[in-house]
Nanobody
């Protein structure tokens, strides 16, 4: 059983940056692919970014490509989401998720792939 704790959300002006962190415990973090998702008010939860357990493969939603970077530190059991050039439309509750993966380079874009979820953190971008 993997527990995920998310931190780093907040209020930022458009054009600003935030870094989200997700710390895992209770499992073999280094064998889990990780993902970030977000849910805006009144909308479904959407994929943002994913990283393989080796850290060698990443994938991003088109809406965040070039602005967001997902990374991980397996020694610290932590995955990060660096968010730059934030826009008001990035306002949402952000979630991290973990999936046990057999292949070191596998990434997962769909929320139904993931077994474990952290609590959300609110990111609000003002215009």
């Amino acid at each position: 059983q993997v527990q995920l704790v998310v931190s780093g959300g907040g209020l930022v002006q458009a054009g600003g940056s935030l870094r989200l962190s997700c710390v895992a415990s209770g499992g073999t973090f280094s064998r889990h692919a990780m993902g970030w998702f977000r849910q805006a008010p009144g909308k479904e939860r959407d994929f943002v970014a994913t990283i393989s357990w080796s850290g060698t493969s990443t994938n991003y939603a088109d809406s965040v490509k070039g602005r967001f970077t997902i990374s991980r530190d397996n020694a610290k059991n932590t995955v990060y989401l660096q968010m730059n050039s934030l826009k008001p439309e990035d306002t949402a509750v952000y979630f991290c998720a973990a999936k046990r993966a057999y292949y070191s380079g596998s990434t997962y874009n769909t929320e139904y792939d993931y077994n474990y979820w952290g609590q959300g953190t609110q990111v609000t971008v003002s215009s």
